[in-house]
């Protein structure tokens, strides 16, 4: 309806200042040990060329850093349907810290009722 379409923002200056207080990340053909494997690439090289020169020097930070993810918070919730109870390589350093929530409900199925 044309009232609807009114209260929806359509330029930025329109959008809220602050971002919203949570995120929604669905991760479509993402693969932790991959995102894993290309941060410590990122490092190896950096070992190699002497702009890191002691391997004692790596810290989780820098690993962090490099991750395709770096730029999300890492999840506080992690929502596993369809009753697995496997994090299935997804987002495996990222969730080290999250609460799990495992339902047998299937995605399509997954509501606020759940």
Do not use: H
Not at 9 to 21: H, Y
Not at 45 to 53: E, L, T, Y
Not at 62 to 67: E, G, V
Not at 89 to 94: E, K, M, P
Request: with cysteine; aromatic share 8%.
């Amino acid at each position: 309806s044309a009232s609807a379409s009114a209260s929806i923002p359509t330029t930025a200056s329109m959008l809220p200042a602050q971002p919203p207080s949570k995120t929604l990340c669905l991760a479509i053909n993402y693969g932790g040990r991959q995102d894993i494997a290309q941060a410590m690439r990122q490092i190896a090289r950096q070992v190699q060329d002497g702009s890191i020169a002691n391997i004692d020097d790596i810290t989780e930070t820098m690993i962090s850093d490099r991750l395709w993810t770096s730029q999300l918070p890492n999840p506080d919730l992690l929502i596993r349907t369809s009753g697995e109870s496997r994090i299935s390589n997804f987002l495996l350093w990222d969730v080290a810290y999250s609460e799990i929530y495992i339902t047998p409900t299937n995605f399509p199925d997954f509501g606020k009722d759940e």
